[in-house]
């Protein structure tokens, strides 16, 4: 593990690390509401010493994010910790777990790819109770993942609807193989495959194989965004700006995620 932070944190990483942070201007990282770890924790022993209930000491955990835009910013600044080596690992005091357990409040809700090398929590630098994850091969909008997102954002109040597809992805890989080489595999790989082979058929044309799969990964991605606006509890709460829904491509080899937020980058 230590060799491979060593080995995985090179000059390059921070200049890319700089160059992101540099983008964001620091009032804006700022207007993030997070009570930093030491301060929480100061908050639930004084509670806990006042003879607090679970249900008031379960109300001093806030959401890290009240706002869509902040949501986003919380995401895209956990990342750019993450990808230029300097993730803080947020991990909770025993008393800030205690305070986790009558109730979550995860300002985002990560609908992800099954992938073992893409683990939302770690590449956006989050902790226990932040993300609200759905990880699903493919990261496809079908009906249990559609309720998943349904209840975070209708009970949880989610603030941001991320649809994350990744480099090398290999269920998009796979949506891309013909009827007659799909035929040995299980019903339910089959089922998968077939969410995202409409996303894909209109790429084939593209010769060069990694500009093809990165553009195949994006066209899943858009498809499956423009899937989950369909759905009504998510057409709703965009309605009253209570969420943003954005779609994201994660890169293994650098760590860094690309966000598509506007019309024109979502647009199918
Ligand atoms: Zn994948």
Redesign the pocket.
Known sequence: MIKRVITGFTVANLFIAAAVLAEEPIAKQKAVPQATPGELDLKLREALVKGASMEEIAKLKEPAAKTPQEAIIALKSGNSRFFGGMARRPEMSANERRAQILQQTPFAVVLG???SR?PIEIVYDQGLGDIFAVRV???VVEPATAGSVEYAVKHLKSKVLVVM??E?????KAAMLTPEELKGEPEHVQYLLNQITPAVAQIAKIRDPKAKMREA?MANVRRQVALAKENPVVKAAIAKNELAVVGAYYEISSGQVDFLETDEELRL
């Open positions: 790819c099954s992938d893409v091969a493919g990261s597809g990744h090398g992805c290999g269920a998009v990964v």
